[in-house]
């Protein structure tokens, strides 16, 4: 993992914004913080743990990023479970919760000595929740951080995450809405990017001109593109449904590019069924990309006139804020995170269906000024709203309330 340090961030986000976070670093110097999550590579909460680890090392924390492994059963039972925590009905079997709780016990065995030492654990979405009961001798704070759109769960399955995550001493969702009944202290915590991060520096022109040249993108034409695991929950063919609706109408093309995610199992089927999709039209380009395709993420996001992120169900939907730091307006799916990001008209269009998704690309590509004024508000949104250093200072402040918390209780319970 690359280092990075917060002093290269002050000429973005500026001196008081660090010297914020040093203070509230210096409370908690020396403090032992582990992060867990299912994978290192692929999918938002692991480009939010490169960047956080790093940083809260930076401030003299002492913090580590561990992550559970498992067989394809395992991580079929965790992608259910993901699922049904966004909604999806489908029957929780005993064999799925076997497969989960087995797996997430050999992993253990492997981290219950640093976890149980720990000040702060944070155990991300519900691949490791189960974690924190076999590791009965902890000392530290637990928090469950879901990352995931829960405001509607499939009951069966929140009845069954809802016994593993109770005994937190905190969780944090990211949107009020997502909060669910829970016997502990709830913070609501939006996501981030970094901006330093290969996937939204700014990059050379002739890197991004080779990076089109290289996938046969050709720029004649407007470009719109949405980049997503392919994932139902991210709708790609209700995007290409939107594409086809313009019927030559609007000259663009359309590019789908994404990769699965080590954790997410479904991925290969679902873009089988874009390729399908998108069969017949020449003007839409489906592509895969490796797991560490930063740059080329970069270079399409900023080569596009517009990004779609049309998702059916979305925790945050770090992609828009990607574009939107890009300048790009996004049409975004009108649920969950994205809602916080895109305000309607202002900074990006919402939209419920392909007939909306595609009334937008037509307005947006007939009026480049427009389409221009919404990418510089969604830059400035963004800048305010969601970049890492507000993310940051959000995680200690929590941090710290909870260890007063714990000092204020064992004050009044002494004699
Ligand atoms: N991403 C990536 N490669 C891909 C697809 C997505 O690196 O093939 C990145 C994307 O740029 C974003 C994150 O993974 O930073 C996805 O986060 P988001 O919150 O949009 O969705 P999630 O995948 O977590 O549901």
């Not at 307006?329 to 419920?352: M, W």
């Not at 830059?379 to 890492?388: G, Q």
């Amino acid at each position: 993992m690359p280092e990075k340090s917060l002093a290269a961030y002050e000429p973005v986000v500026g001196p008081e914004a660090i010297s914020q976070l040093r203070q509230l670093g210096d409370q908690l110097k020396g403090a032992r913080v582990v992060h867990v999550n299912s994978t290192r590579v692929g999918g938002g909460v692991a480009e939010i743990l490169n960047w956080l680890t790093p940083l809260m090392n930076d401030l003299g924390l002492d913090t580590s990023w561990e992550t559970v492994t498992g067989n394809e059963a395992f991580f079929n039972a965790t992608k259910a479970f993901h699922n049904g925590l966004q909604g999806s009905r489908f029957p929780l079997t005993d064999t799925m919760i076997e497969a989960y709780e087995q797996t997430v016990a050999e992993n253990a065995e492997r981290l219950r000595g640093i976890l149980e030492e720990a000040d702060f654990v944070f155990i991300h979405d519900p691949q490791p929740a189960y974690l924190l009961e076999l590791c009965p001798n902890r000392k530290g704070h637990w928090i469950w951080r879901c990352h995931i759109d829960a405001s509607h769960p499939n009951r069966l399955v929140w009845n069954y995450l809802k016994r593993r995550v109770a005994g937190y001493d905190a969780s944090i969702f990211s949107m009020p809405n997502f909060a669910q009944s829970l016997p502990h202290p709830q913070f609501i915590i939006a996501p981030s990017i970094d901006p330093l991060s290969d996937k939204n520096r700014e990059l050379p022109a002739e890197e991004i001109d080779d990076t089109m040249r290289r996938y046969h993108i050709g720029r004649d034409l407007p470009i719109v593109t949405q980049i997503s695991r392919f994932d139902r929950f991210k709708d790609p063919i209700g995007v290409i449904n939107a594409f086809n609706l313009l019927n030559g109408s609007v000259d663009a093309r359309l590019v789908l590019a994404g990769g699965g995610a080590t954790d997410d199992p479904e991925g290969e089927a679902v873009f089988e069924e874009v390729l399908l999709a998108a069969r017949g039209n020449d003007r839409i380009i489906a592509m895969q990309l490796p797991n560490d395709a930063h740059r080329t993420i970069n270079s399409l996001q900023r080569a596009s006139a517009i990004v779609i992120q049309k998702s059916i169900q979305e925790g945050f939907g770090l992609t828009v804020t990607e574009a939107m730091w890009k300048s790009k307006p996004v049409i975004g799916g009108n649920v969950g995170g994205i809602r916080l990001q895109v305000h309607n008209h202002h900074t990006g269009y919402l939209v419920d269906t392909p007939e909306g998704a595609a009334l937008r690309i037509r307005e947006l590509l007939e009026q480049p000024e427009h389409l221009a004024k919404i990418g510089r508000r969604a830059r400035k949104f963004v800048k305010h709203n969601f970049l890492l250093t507000r993310h940051l200072r959000e995680y200690l402040t929590l941090m710290l309330s909870l260890r007063r918390g714990l000092e204020n209780h064992l004050i009044r319970v002494s004699p």
